[in-house]
């Protein structure tokens, strides 16, 4: 039953756009450590995350882009695995660190080793739109002043190698910060500015192409895509920083799943399931805009709509889990919010979740008892692709349709045949 109490730690973590960092020997190198460290220290509200990677590091592959969604039939709404991947694994901007002054006698042999880095880097992001900065560390003493007679020749330099990257002139940053750096928290703080703006660029693109497809679905087969491809836009809008668009969002993926989408005993656990997380969303980011009135009105009707939906009657304790746990998740978010104890308390909430659990508990107990062979218990400890779908009925949605369009194909088909005679 745990697949009904599902919450994963994804959900509950505020996403942050992803840049990694690579090139960076912080074992062996004290500058490129005191990088690291200022760049990765706790912020309250910090746009980034950070991860260090090696600069052979491998990126999960991207899947071939569709060309048309006609004939493209949903297995379920959430992968499992999707929002863990955006949040750890694909990167927004992956900055290569590099020592190269203007003025080094092996410019000429640096610059052909740090471009087969950054081939490295694109042959294993392996088609994704991710971007690519460099960062050149460089000598104090080599950094130009504003008096500095070279100054246009190293900004002639800079083009040039920017072509030769094949990158462009605002992703390569330079750090004077050989051999030891002064003031070295202003100028990551200048250089972070910079990471921010190409993550927001990354999220953004990654949001057009998610709202392209909309114009291809329909309203029949393409359900589930409306409400994933609604989530994903709130998703990559959080991690570009974008709050407001983000709670539009995951509001219209709820308007969609409560309003227009199918409902009924043989998903209709998959279709709680992301209800819950798409109210999670939406009564967490309330309640940190300080909004507790948005939030406590929308899980009310929330527990409205989903409370008489139960679903295949020998599942009620099932259920009942399901309401004990989304009651004590708001409540969790509640004591959060010290303005919203002022509203309303959040022991309303546990007290509802506990009753839930008691009723779940009654009511399983009068179950049949189910003898050892009418199943395998080894399909209950099985993952599922999708969130909300059980072990032993995978995919149900898309075979359910697979044989309704077969079956009018048939028809039409048929009526074709019958029309020449």
């Not at 690519?132 to 002639?156: A, C, G, H, M, W």
């Not at 395998?376 to 369009?405: I, M, Y």
């Amino acid at each position: 039953m745990a697949w009904a109490c599902v919450m994963p730690e994804e959900l509950s973590i505020v996403p942050r756009g992803l840049v990694c960092l690579a090139n960076l020997n912080t074992r062996q190198h004290p500058v490129h450590r005191s990088i690291w460290e200022l760049l990765d220290k706790e912020r309250a509200n910090a746009p980034l995350r950070y991860r260090l990677v090696d600069i052979d590091e491998q990126y999960p592959r991207s899947k071939a882009k569709r060309a048309t969604y006609e004939w493209y039939v949903p297995k379920g709404i959430l992968k499992t695995n999707w929002m863990h991947k955006h949040l750890h694994l694909v990167p927004s901007l992956i900055v290569i660190f590099f020592e190269l002054d203007w003025n080094d006698s092996l410019f000429k042999d640096k610059q052909i080793e740090l471009k087969n880095k950054i081939d490295m880097v694109r042959t294993n992001l392996d088609a994704r739109a991710a971007a690519i900065s460099v960062v050149l560390l460089q000598n104090k003493n080599s950094f130009p002043t504003v008096d500095d007679v070279y100054s246009s020749e190293r900004d002639q330099m800079a083009n040039t190698l920017c072509n030769y990257f094949d990158i462009p002139k605002r992703s390569l940053c330079v750090l004077p910060v050989l051999p030891q750096p002064d003031n070295l928290s202003a100028w990551i703080d200048r250089l972070e500015q910079t990471f921010i703006e190409s993550s927001q660029n990354y999220y953004t693109n990654e949001i057009r192409r998610v709202k392209k497809h909309k114009e291809t679905l329909n309203n029949i087969t393409h359900q589930l895509l409306h409400i994933r491809h609604q989530f994903k836009v709130g998703f990559f809008s959080e991690l570009k920083q974008d709050i407001p668009s983000a709670v539009k969002s995951y509001k219209n993926a709820y308007s969609y799943l409560t309003e227009n989408a199918r409902i009924h005993d043989t998903n209709i656990l998959e279709m709680k399931i992301i209800a819950g997380f798409l109210t999670y969303k939406i009564c967490r980011i309330s309640f940190e805009l300080s909004q507790p009135v948005e939030a406590i009105n929308h899980f009310r009707r929330h527990a409205d709509i989903f409370k008489s939906k139960i679903g295949p009657t020998d599942l009620v304790f099932e259920h009942k889990a399901w309401l004990s746990k989304q009651f004590q998740t708001f409540g969790d978010l509640f004591t959060r919010c010290p303005l919203a104890i002022q509203t309303q308390h959040p022991g309303f909430y546990y007290q509802e979740a506990a009753y839930q659990s008691m009723a779940r508990k009654q009511i399983a107990q009068t179950c049949r008892r189910i003898e050892q062979a009418d199943f395998d218990p080894s399909e209950f400890l099985k993952a599922t692709e999708f969130f909300g779908q059980r072990p032993w009925r995978q995919h149900h949605q898309s075979k359910l349709f697979k044989k309704k369009n077969r079956k009018e194909r048939e028809t039409k088909t048929l009526k074709n045949i019958l029309n020449r005679f």
